[in-house]
Every structure is written in structure tokens, then in C-alpha cells.
């Protein structure tokens, strides 16, 4: 049975990547690295069926002290695998801040943990990053319109112009840059053992594996699926204009990381992976949907002025060979768990 590591373990998308690891798929046994031992407990209670022999809980309460994840490689020699999806959240406008916020962060996360594997981790053989594709965009429509976005394609803005624009989105995306630039350094620099695959997904919806304590709680993508789903009753009872018009299932990009660490093609690349979408199409998947159609208002006017993002996907699905969800399946299932998260809260 092979031994993954996973940070960021407690959130949306690191919960479902533990959820399919321990899954009889893959059949992997899990350390959780997170900075609250009491969040991972909380996750672990609400999964009786995760083999509670095959999750062990690992505390590191900073990501970007240097040194931070030696102790668990030290303690854990039998780590075969490392899934880092810990990272910056963009979930408080006040942290505009580039390099304390966002850069540093980013870098010293990813850094960290390859440093610490590469030193310590006698045994790892693959590392897979949950990267962004705001690393390659800053989503506008001026650069949907012009581009596909590719597995060569980088953001245009730097460091510098995060730094004198002092915006927290701005920020937020140079700082996914920056962080996995500095990946590919090490990579280059330090040739270590393992290999390295970074993905870059867009706006990431799916069912909620992660403990949400409120439906106001609900992460950010999933509660734009959230906002459609109570549009009928909003503020002119119209769905929301698309945010970014691109998207990936959260199951598909978890098993597509776990897929990387034995895909002898996926070794040292990055990988953009999304499709395109808009808010008015996921409307229109759930009102098929019987017991939510009268939830969902009217389709919004924007989205039609709007260009669907286009990804450059060829590559991925030339070497997973994976077959990806539809959209009315990723609708249909973050409704179900969004309602069961507002009911849990009534």
C-alpha cells in the first residue's frame, strides 16, 4: 500500500483528494499535514468510511518556516508520494499586500515542501502540486478573447506590477506565478530524485468532502453554484454573471493528481486542465433537475456578451487518457451537497 502526503488536506479540494486516495481505487494510506490537528480530527469524524488505520495526522503549524515539513519526512521514510495543495486563499480583500500575503507564501510553501522532500524523503518518488490558471491569466476578457490558454502560456503580469498595483486578485495571481516559477527552478536547479507535475485548473466546483460549518460557509467557487441555486429569490431574481467562463470538477482534478505520481508522461510537466462554461449554462443543467428548478431565476443578460475561456487541453488527455464529467453532472452534484450542507445548518 502505498503512503501519500497531502497538505492542505482540510479544505475543498485537498478533502477530495484524501477522499479518493482512500478510496478502494487507489487504496493509498494518507498523512495529513495541516496547522490545525483539531481541523484534521474534525475532517476524519465526518468520514467513518475513511480506514482509520490508513490516516495519520501530521502537525505543521506554518507552511513557510524553512525546515517545516522535515520532521514528518524524517518521522515518515515510508512516504512514496507528496499531493501539495496548500496554498493562499483569496478570501479577504484587505490582503493586497504582494509579498506577504501572496509571495511569500506561495513560494516558501512550494519551496518548503520540495526541499524537505529532496532532503529527507528517501522514499518519494512523485510530488503533484495544485498550481492555478490565474498563474497564466488574470481571467479579463481581453485575454480570453486573444489566447488559448496552453501548458506553455504564462501570465503576463510580474512581481512588479503586483507590487505597485497593491490588489488583492492582482496579487493572488502573480503570487501563482511566481510560486510555481520557482518550482520549475528547483526542478532545473536541484534535480531531485522525484518527479514534479503542477496543474492549473480554473474555477473548481464539485461535491464538499471538507467540513463546512454553515452554508455561509460554503468555499468560494462552490457558493457561486450556491448563488445560482437560490437565484429565483435574489435581488431580481436573475442567475449571476459568469465570473470566469472556465471550470473543472473537483473529483476530476483530485484523480488527475493522484493519476500524475505513476503517469510516467506526467513527469516534470504542467498541465492546464478545465473546460469552458458559463453561469447561465449550470443554470440551465439544474433546472432540469426537478427538485431545484424553481430555486434558479432567469437567466442572466451578460453572458451572452460574454467569450467563453479556451484551454489547452490536448496534451492532458493525450497522456491520462481520463474521461472527464459532464457539466450537468459537476451541477447536479454541487447542488445536492450544497442542500445538504443548508440543511445540516437549519
Not at 46 to 61: G, L, T
Not at 110 to 121: E, R
Not at 330 to 338: E, F, G, R
Request: hydrophobic share 45%; glycine share 6%.
Amino acid at each position: 500500500m502505498p503512503t501519500t502526503l497531502v497538505t492542505g488536506g482540510n479544505g475543498f479540494v485537498g478533502a477530495t483528494v484524501v477522499s479518493t486516495l482512500l478510496s478502494s481505487k487507489f487504496n493509498h494510506r494518507v498523512i495529513l499535514a495541516v496547522r490545525s490537528v483539531a481541523s484534521a480530527e474534525a475532517l476524519i469524524a465526518i468520514h467513518p468510511e475513511w480506514p482509520a488505520d490508513n490516516v495519520v495526522i501530521a502537525s505543521v503549524p506554518d507552511f513557510t518556516v524553512p525546515g517545516a515539513f522535515d520532521e514528518i519526512f524524517k518521522s515518515h521514510s515510508e512516504i512514496d508520494y507528496v499531493i501539495h495543495v496548500a496554498a493562499p486563499l483569496l478570501d479577504d480583500p484587505r490582503n493586497n499586500e504582494f509579498v506577504e500575503h501572496f509571495e511569500k507564501p506561495n513560494v516558501l510553501g512550494n519551496i518548503g515542501i520540495l526541499t524537505s522532500a529532496k532532503q529527507f524523503g528517501k522514499n518519494v518518488k512523485a510530488i503533484s502540486v495544485t498550481g492555478s490558471v490565474n498563474a497564466i491569466t488574470l481571467g479579463d476578457q481581453d485575454d480570453v478573447k486573444k489566447r488559448v490558454f496552453g501548458n506553455k502560456e504564462w501570465l503576463v503580469q510580474g512581481r512588479e506590477d503586483a507590487i505597485k498595483a497593491q490588489h488583492n486578485y492582482i496579487s493572488y495571481c502573480v503570487g501563482k506565478k511566481v510560486a510555481e516559477q520557482a518550482l520549475w527552478k528547483f526542478v532545473e536547479e536541484e534535480k531531485p530524485s522525484f518527479t514534479v507535475t503542477n496543474f492549473m485548473p480554473p474555477l473548481i466546483f464539485g461535491p464538499m468532502e471538507q467540513k463546512v460549518a454553515s452554508a455561509a460557509k460554503i468555499n468560494f467557487s462552490n457558493s457561486q453554484i450556491q448563488a445560482i441555486l437560490n437565484s429565483a429569490k435574489a435581488e431580481g431574481g436573475k442567475v449571476p454573471s459568469t465570473i470566469f467562463p472556465g471550470y473543472i470538477d473537483v473529483r476530476d482534478l483530485a484523480e488527475l493528481q493522484i493519476l500524475a505520481l505513476t503517469t510516467p508522461g506526467a513527469a516534470n510537466k504542467r498541465f492546464v486542465v478545465g473546460f469552458p462554461m458559463m453561469f447561465n449554462r449550470f443554470a440551465e443543467a439544474l433546472r432540469n433537475v426537478p427538485e431545484y428548478s424553481s430555486r434558479i431565476g432567469e437567466n442572466n443578460d451578460d453572458d451572452e456578451k460574454l467569450t467563453s475561456a479556451r484551454f489547452g487541453t490536448d496534451e492532458a488527455e493525450a497522456v491520462f487518457q481520463f474521461k472527464f464529467r459532464s457539466l450537468e453532472e459537476t451541477a447536479k452534484d454541487v447542488a445536492a451537497s450544497i442542500v445538504k450542507v443548508e440543511a445540516q445548518a437549519a
